[in-house]
């Protein structure tokens, strides 16, 4: 991120400078269809975060993510690998929109997607499922992982970039065994769940969240972009204490 931060401000001065000699370049942002973060640069560039390559179009500005060509989208020299734990990842938001291929890279679990393009007990244990090739992540199309499951996402296209998430840990709460709702214990919305001490099991009322969470070895020990809306159950028990860390809302 500080690289990010050090290439905005100097892409702004950058810009001053090039201002003061002439407007044919004046630089804009650029969303990276590589990673799907915010550039402010003035020449042919790669973006700050990813390394992806910049494009431009004859007069010298940038071209938007939006209008970017498919050829332009080929991944030969772009970042294309994603490695995702427990959670829930919405295309376009938390990776991108296109096609991969998934792997197992250690653990064992189950994934699906919310339109049914996958659905397996996948990993790296006898009897697992251990790699699919060619899934499609439409936009919206959430990719759900239980289990003590790590996979590796390689993308072959990318239609498009994602937005991300940013977590306030300084909003976090602790909460041990007990039953909870959204709304009235704690604001509806996405949270990271992350375990505190203890061992035991925590759950959700539509059954999306059923593991067994804590800090020994076999116990999973965080849940990405867990969605609890309003009216949401949440229930713990055994001796465990989790942490739930919200998303800030743009």
């Known amino acids: 991120m500080g690289k990010g931060i050090m290439g905005f401000f100097r892409g702004r001065n950058e810009y001053q400078d090039h201002t003061q000699r002439s407007a044919a370049y004046e630089p804009i942002v650029i969303v990276c269809s590589g990673c799907g973060a915010k550039n402010l640069i003035s020449n042919n560039s790669v973006c700050e975060y ?19 060509s498919k050829r332009d989208l080929d991944l030969s020299d772009k970042v294309n690998e994603y490695i995702l734990t427990t959670g829930f990842y919405t295309a376009g938001i938390d990776i991108p929109v296109g096609k991969c291929n998934v792997s197992a890279v250690s653990g064992s679990g189950n994934i699906t997607s919310s339109d049914y393009g996958i659905n397996e007990v996948f990993g790296t244990e006898r009897g697992d499922v251990s790699s699919f090739k060619g899934l499609k992540l439409p936009r919206d199309v959430s990719l759900v992982i ?45 949270y990271n769940l992350e375990a505190v001490s203890g061992t035991g099991n925590i759950c959700t009322g539509d059954i999306e969240v ?31 204490t989790i942490k739930l860390i919200p998303a800030v809302t743009k």
């Open 50 to 68: 990813c390394g992806s390559p910049i494009h431009y179009n004859a007069d010298g500005k940038t071209v938007p993510s939006d209008v970017t």
């Open 146 to 190: 239980s289990g003590r499951l790590t996979i590796k996402l390689v993308y072959k296209t990318v239609d498009d970039g994602f937005s991300g998430r940013t977590y306030n840990i300084s909003g976090a709460m602790d909460i041990s065994a007990g039953n909870y709702a959204a709304g009235t214990d704690f604001k509806a919305g996405t």
């Open 210 to 240: 059923n593991e067994v969470f804590g800090l020994d070895e076999e116990d999973v020990h965080e849940i990405k972009n867990v969605y609890l809306p309003e009216g949401a159950e949440l229930s713990i028990d055994g001796n465990l």
